[in-house]
């Protein structure tokens, strides 16, 4: 799968494509893999996929939102992924009350096959199936 960057060349194309061709539209699998959307769904699991997600997000301590907001701005200004995953560790770390936990829900998730692409497809359920 190849992913765009939104650098200067894309953008250009981009708006040259679509002014020049107003009718041009970009279909959702097109989009994903341009890398602006993570996931497409169809019209009918719309709703419960919404639901779901604000539940989770719902349930969640106020500092974890900071946190995983801190930790993402940090990894994406860091400038190398080593750098990255070291900032969002230190992000999220505090957090958590439970690192053992944390460990132990990674390790499961990981032997339960979370890092294989069916897996990564649909992570959510992935780690829900381990907790």
Known sequence: MRRYSSGTRFGVWLAVSTTSNPAHRFDAETAERYGWINRALPPEELDGFVETLARRIAALR??????????????????SLPAGLGEESRALGGVYPAPDAAVERTRAALAAGAQTREGELDLEASLDRVA
Do not use: W, Y
């Open 62 to 79: 106020p500092e974890q939102i900071t946190a995983a907001k801190a930790a993402v701005g940090a990894a994406a200004t860091s400038g």
